[in-house]
């Protein structure tokens, strides 16, 4: 298996009855550190040190609801008004996103309607722009910053 890409970030760490632990800077509290989760914790300090992205308008794991059915994304990042400007959505790093894991988000995007996609599994990452008047996306080959993504979404 590869090794996750995002830099260690130095997460902070506890062990409990075996288990990891990181203590999640969005949700103010150590959550168990699974092989996604990890990447999720990374992803989230990758988007606030490089990116730029406030801390407070990140959201993680949230309810929505997608075509009827209850679903939980796993990361959403917001404009300054409140709305969604990025969703996420990670898998460990030995889950290859294949084509279910974009249709997986695409689902998700029709609740949510933001203009900037993300699936990642800390090893590779894609990240596209949505066009909704066509229905298309476009793939990015650089990660604009939070202010260019506010600028251009």
Known sequence: MEKIRFPDYSLQKQYK?????????VRKKFVLLTP??????????????????????ISLEKTIRVLGLTRRYDLVVHDRKGNPLLIA?????????????FDQVARYNTTCRVPYVLVTNGVVLYLCVV???DKSWRYLTE???????TCSG
């Open 36 to 57: 996604e989760e990890e990447v999720r914790q990374r992803l989230v300090h990758f988007l606030i040190q490089e990116k730029g992205v406030p801390r407070g308008l």
């Open 131 to 133: 066009d909704f008047s």
């Open 89 to 101: 959505e990670c898998k460990a790093p030995g889950i290859v996103p294949d084509q279910s894991v």
């Open 17 to 25: 009855n075996g288990r990891i632990y990181g203590f999640d800077i």
């Open 143 to 149: 990660f604009p910053s939070y202010q260019e993504m």
